[in-house]
């Protein structure tokens, strides 16, 4: 890792920590040349795939759709920025688990594990992005999944 202060090619890694539930490391570092001290965070990052749309249409994988999908329906729903970093990155663990041989997924299944988590910590959040991502035809199939969500939640107490 090249210096940030004095463009010196190599410095010494003093302390790593994991983050994000150990899907990132951040490692504090000096240069020996100048004795600068500065972090760096090393992240997973899911490369090379592919998302099919329903038209059959492939694409590249955008981290950035999920994060605005995520950030409309959990608009001043969750104030923690660290819990939003953690609900992304478990979601993109079961997108990577999910994703076939040749890393392909399809779009609906991502739907499917994002509606998935945010069934876990939110469901008022869930129940704004299945009405974009089902396409809720008329009032009553959106009445009908949040019955769903009112029986389940019956039951559990």
């Known amino acids: 890792m090249r210096c940030p202060a004095c463009l010196h090619d190599d410095t010494k890694v003093l302390d790593s ?5 150990g899907m990132a490391t951040r490692r504090r570092r000096e240069c020996p040349k100048c004795d600068f001290r ?17 038209t059959d249409k492939i694409e590249p994988y955008s ?3 999920i994060t605005r999908g995520l950030h409309i329906a959990l608009e001043k729903r969750l104030g923690d920025e660290e819990k939003f970093k953690k ?15 040749d890393d392909t997924i399809e ?9 998935r988590h945010l ?12 009405s974009v991502y089902q396409d809720f035809e008329d009032l009553l199939s959106f ?15």
């Open 119 to 130: 069934k876990k910590i939110d469901k008022i959040a869930y129940i704004r992005f299945a």
């Open 38 to 54: 500065f972090s760096t965070k090393e992240q997973v990052e899911i490369l090379n795939l592919k998302v099919k749309k329903r």
């Open 143 to 157: 009445q009908e999944e949040v019955e769903k969500l009112m029986s389940s939640r019956k039951k559990k107490s």
């Open 107 to 115: 779009s609906q299944a991502i739907g499917d594990i994002v509606m």
């Open 63 to 65: 981290t950035e759709k």
């Open 17 to 21: 920590r994991d983050m994000d539930d």
């Open 87 to 101: 609900l992304v990155t478990g979601i993109e663990r079961d997108i990577q688990i999910a994703a076939k041989a």
